[in-house]
């Protein structure tokens, strides 16, 4: 599972990469998607992988840590999401403001 | 201390926050009232930073000199905390300062050229403020964002194909650094089990040594998110285009954005990396050290060759970040101290400086500068004809006299020259680096000649670009400035004046600064005090 998650993560991040450093500015947009898909599994992987057990102690009990999943990194998981949304659809805005300004898609805002 | 007092450290996050929210149920024809409120937020948030600021003041580790403020009263490790200590309270005051003087500027025009800068304003008030006070590494980067988010829209304010261009740089490189930054939290999570800084500070010289790499990983990689934002080279290629690009109060509040990435690198580095800090003890001091000299080389060598005064500031701001994470990097506490000091003057002369430009620029034609360099080197066709004119008698305006006086006055802040507070800065750093213990080594003295030469490329590029649009006669028309716009630049420059004169009362603080920055273990008892320990809490 661990190396599943790892092939993932370094190819979302490679393609997020490579697609950033293209020249439209739609293939940034998607490159930052995509990086920040391989940044939220990340962080989801920090607080180790495991599978059927809750994160959350049942009311009135106290449970052995050890057999809980680390609620952290999921409510970390869960604000970069939110975050990373946000501002991808604020550069969106901008990116059709540029394409509406200089009428080319180039990231520089004019061709060559 | 009451209750009542202790609630004082979440004002700076809470009020611009709640205001700036209020502000959207209005609609923009609802000016005075906008106007109104934000005024009564910003001089509420400067009365609350300057308290915050003496009340730090207190001996250290005696009666409270940090203030620490738990959220939703949870105990420290577990829940959030807001940790005002004095470098907080020192930058919650020149936030402060800086948005009082950018947003009374920006009354007498520019607040008309879009939508939501009120809001805008305040949200990036509160992201700064937040930054300045947390003590927690993931509410920094919540922090963060909000400060970024509210910056793209300001970057953007008034519009313009120039700020949109800026802008398509501007956000992805910060949405990468972001990427970075949460990379980095996460993985300090994963190794110590914890995000709170002063635990941080705890548990780092206990992480075993097969961890320990992946520690430094970490702090290398979330490093790097906050070298982008300081501007250090080699990726600062962004700042000056984007501080050129805003509009003049943008640019002077972005001012002290550069800053979040050097007062965190600050703080976290002699936190985490401190003395006491094992085997990582002084991790990336030296990446800081060369860095920031690099960065110095890089900035002065753009101030000389910018046409432009707009882009002379932007790289007038890589200087003074440099010249800090520089001084970080010795681990002197002496230089630190002079370095504050410096960060606080420099930043007060460049924010001044950005928004006199403004002023200047606006009796001239666009791409005047770069046709008078070009003239400078290929000579006049037509200058004969220019001195045919009488020059004598020639009555100076007051408005062009007033633009002037701000100009020398920035001139010397940012050169470093006498008798304003720049000259007391730099000569602080440097007499620490000159007085440290045992032989100064070879580097100190690169970092003393390019601090110098930094000040030289400053003096040539200000003199050079004085005389062309403030000293030629009869080139300009005289600027239609309003007193609403020359208040806050002069009192900007008074602000470094008084700096100069309470000297000694402000060197005294920031050697207290500086001193409690080199013991973690002391801070990281304090903020922890009255929470009790969890037992296991390692992994």
Known sequence: MEATLAIGIGVFAGSGIWLVLRPRTYQVIIGLALLSYAVNLFIFGMGRLRTGVPPILQPGTMGDPAQYADPLP??????????????????????????????????DGREE | MTP???????????????????????????????????????????????????????????????????????????GIVLVADRLSA????????????????????????????????????????????????????????????????????????????????????????????LVGVSLIYGVTGTLNMAELARRIPAVAPENRMLLEAAAAILGIAFLVKAGVWPLCFWLPTTYAAACAPVAAMFAIMSKVGVYVILRLFLLLFGEDAGASAGFGGNVLFYGGMATVAFGSIGVLASQSMLRLAGYSVLVSSGTVLAAIGTGNSAAISGSLYYMVSSTLAISAFFLLIELIER?????????????????????????????????????????????????????????????????????????????????????????????????????????????????????????????????????????????????RYMEATAQVLYWPQEYAREVLAASPQLPGAGR
């Open chain 1, 74 to 107: 999921q409510a970390l998981v869960l604000t970069a999401i939110v975050i990373g949304f946000a501002t991808t659809a604020l550069f969106l805005v901008l990116l059709l403001a540029a394409r509406g300004l200089t009428d080319t898609d180039h990231v």
């Open chain 2, 363 to 507: 009796g001239r034609d666009a791409g005047a500068d770069v046709l008078a360099v070009t003239l400078e080197i290929f000579g006049d066709p037509e200058e004969d004809g220019l001195h045919e004119e009488a020059e004598i008698g020639l009555a100076i305006p007051a408005a062009i006299a007033m633009l002037a006086g701000a100009f020398v006055g920035c001139t010397l802040l940012l050169a470093g020259l006498p008798p304003l507070s720049g000259f007391i800065a730099k000569f602080a750093i440097l007499s620490a680096l000159i007085n440290a213990a045992g032989i100064v080594p070879a580097s100190s003295w690169v970092l003393i000649a390019l601090l110098l030469l930094a000040g030289l490329a400053a003096l040539i590029a200000m003199t050079r670009t004085g005389i062309r649009v403030l000293w030629v006669p009869g080139e300009a028309a005289i600027p239609n400035v309003r007193a609403l716009e020359m208040v806050p630049v002069v009192a900007l420059l008074v602000l470094c004046i008084g700096l100069t004169g309470f000297g000694g009362d402000a060197m």
């Open chain 2, 90 to 181: 020192i930058m919650l005051t020149l936030t402060a300062v800086l948005a009082c003087a950018t947003l009374v500027f920006a009354l007498a025009r520019w607040h008309r050229a879009g939508p939501r800068f009120y809001t805008l304003f305040l949200m990036l008030l509160a992201g700064l403020n937040g930054a300045f006070l947390t003590g927690d590494l993931f509410n920094l980067f919540v922090f963060f964002e909000v400060m970024l988010a509210a910056s793209y829209g300001l970057v953007l304010h008034g519009s313009g194909t120039a700020r949109v261009k800026a802008g398509l740089h501007y956000i992805p490189v910060n949405l990468l650094a972001s990427a970075l930054f």
């Open chain 2, 4 to 78: 009542l007092v202790d609630h004082l450290i979440v004002v700076p996050v809470l009020l611009p926050l709640a205001v700036g929210a209020f502000l959207l149920l209005f609609d923009e024809r609802r000016r005075s009232l906008k106007v109104a409120l934000s005024l009564a937020t910003t001089f509420t948030l400067l009365g609350v930073a300057v308290g915050l600021l003496m009340r730090a003041d207190a001996p250290p580790f005696g009666a409270g000199a940090i203030g620490v403020y738990r959220l939703g009263n949870w105990p420290a490790p577990v």
